[in-house]
């Protein structure tokens, strides 16, 4: 009987998550406390389920290294993170690879591979750098201060470099659709809506291509898988909803806040005005510093795992916090400061294992360009508000800014 009074007693304690951060820019304090006590601590959801969070970058790198954790929504005790989190449970076929385990997960993303390796990425540079130019010079000869950086850059670059991908002009309408489906303010009748228009405007695209290809990422993938019939159109669409969504509200959101640092922090700015050859270096200590991933990862136990002193059962959820493993000071000394000198590149803000980003190599360019064409058109930059009056998005599930007025 006491034993079950003290269970009673933990599940009780079992603190709230996600948990309120104290400054915008640091993830919340509490997680550095879980970090310094067991492997993992159970937490509490929005719907009072309890699940296991892990904070220590050993213990994220583990879990997600580990295929006795699935990633699939439906399994038993898959943390549901959101109110939005039910809608690939309810509508599985909606579910892209992300959602999938290996051999299914490796299939379609080996489809994909060729299209983000880093050589590719590097092929984008001199469109993008182009397409920065024309942007830039724009906002700073229109003579209006101060300018939105939000608007201005980080929210329509991402967009074009998808569209440009998907030999598209329709970015209002993608960005539109891709911003309800990362944002919790949303009902979940209202995201599966926008999930809905997105995946009926996919399907229209591909039909298309299928008729009439082109030289296009879409196109290549009706010609080489869905015509030899190694790839189905219900397969393909919620792999171009991944490509559209992950790789215009992540990029964009972590571009916010890296400008964010070039305009608030000297070192920063003044390291990279110096000697922009530390931007590769500077924008890894971005995506470990910001981790804007905010809520973590999920994933659920198949089996008993045991993870240094503690054991997650079979059937069990687990979250992983990515922010808090890229401040664990085992890894990162001085975690909590912005260093770009610092060698990152063990940061976590892209996962890690299988499912790790598949898009990084180009994201990590598109943020080293942007940070680069800001300091060339905007020497000196900084902000034109008060740091208190910024628009923090805390209610979307990759943290970013709602704006960024800046002047120079």
Not at 190 to 219: H, I, M
Not at 321 to 344: K, M, Q, W
Request: charged share 25%; aromatic share 4%; net charge negative.
């Amino acid at each position: 009987m006491m034993q079950n009074d003290a269970a009673l007693q933990d599940e009780k304690a079992a603190p709230s998550y996600p948990m309120p951060r104290v400054c915008p820019v640091d993830p919340p304090p509490q997680l550095a406390g879980l970090r310094a006590g067991p492997a993992a601590s159970k937490v509490t959801l929005w719907d009072g389920s309890q699940v296991w969070l892990v904070t220590s970058h050993a213990g994220v790198r583990a879990v997600l290294g580990d295929r006795r954790f699935t990633a699939v929504t439906s399994a038993p005790g898959f943390p549901m993170l959101t109110r939005t989190s039910q809608l690939v449970r309810a509508a599985p076929h909606t579910a892209s690879f992300i959602r999938m385990d290996d051999p299914d997960h490796s299939r379609l993303r080996s489809m994909l591979t060729r299209d983000f390796l880093a050589r590719r990425a590097e092929e984008m540079r001199p469109v993008l750098r182009e397409l920065l130019d024309e942007m830039l010079s724009a906002l700073v000869s229109s003579g209006e201060r101060p300018v939105d950086l939000v608007t201005g850059l980080t929210t329509p670059v991402p967009s074009k470099v998808i569209t440009l991908l998907f030999g598209v002009s329709e970015g209002d309408f993608i960005e539109s659709r891709s911003a309800i489906l990362i944002d919790r303010g949303y009902t979940p009748d209202q995201v599966a809506a926008s999930r809905d228009e997105l995946d009926g405007f996919l399907r229209e695209l591909v039909e298309q291509r299928v008729a009439d290809p082109g030289t296009d990422l879409v196109s290549r993938l009706v010609t080489e898988q869905v015509r030899p019939g190694r790839l189905s159109v219900e397969e393909l669409v919620p792999m171009c909803r991944l490509l559209l969504v992950a790789g215009h509200g992540t990029t964009a959101s972590q571009a916010a806040l890296s400008l964010l640092s070039l305009a608030t922090d000297p070192n920063l700015a003044g390291a990279l005005a110096k000697d922009e050859s530390l931007l590769p270096k500077a924008v890894d200590e971005l995506l470990r510093f910001h981790s804007i991933v905010q809520n973590g990862l999920a994933r659920a136990a198949v089996e008993d795992v045991r993870l240094d002193d503690v054991t997650i059962r079979a059937g069990e959820g687990v979250v992983l916090s990515l922010a808090a493993g890229n401040r664990d000071e085992g890894v990162f000394p001085s975690p909590d400061t912005l260093d770009p000198h610092r060698d990152a590149r063990r940061h976590l803000a892209f996962g890690h294992g299988i499912h790790q980003c598949l898009g990084q190599w180009l994201a990590k360019v598109e943020i080293e360009e942007m940070l680069a064409a800001v300091l060339r058109w905007m020497p000196g930059v900084r902000l034109a508000v008060p740091f208190e009056e910024l628009d923090f998005r805390h209610e979307v599930s990759s943290y970013g800014l709602g704006a960024l007025p800046v002047t120079w």
